[in-house]
């Protein structure tokens, strides 16, 4: 079994989107962390205004499937869909 890592940036385009990230993104954080299978989970600022550096680590995929599915229905999914993702998803 192999650990699902995730890594890259979440891209804001405006101030509202910035507003929206940074507004829900401790929510986000925090339940997050708090599902089975999270081993990490970190989205820090970057050197770049509006930009977030992403790092996540799921035990498995069933954890991983999990957490997308999750974040989907979250209102950080809906409020947060239009902002840019520029993923790599390692592991699967």
């Not at 101030?15 to 986000?28: G, M, S």
């Not at 550096?53 to 991983?64: H, N």
């Amino acid at each position: 079994m192999h650990n699902i890592k995730l890594t890259g940036r979440l891209i804001c385009r405006s101030e509202e989107e910035i507003a929206t990230v940074t507004d829900l993104l401790p929510q986000h954080t925090e339940l997050t962390r708090a599902e089975p299978g999270c081993i990490a989970f970190d989205v820090e600022p970057s050197g770049d205004p509006g930009v977030w550096d992403v790092s996540e680590r799921f035990r498995d995929t069933a954890s991983f499937d999990a957490h997308q599915a999750r974040v989907r229905a979250s209102n950080w999914g809906q409020q947060t869909a239009g902002v840019q993702r520029d993923y790599s998803i390692s592991g699967t």
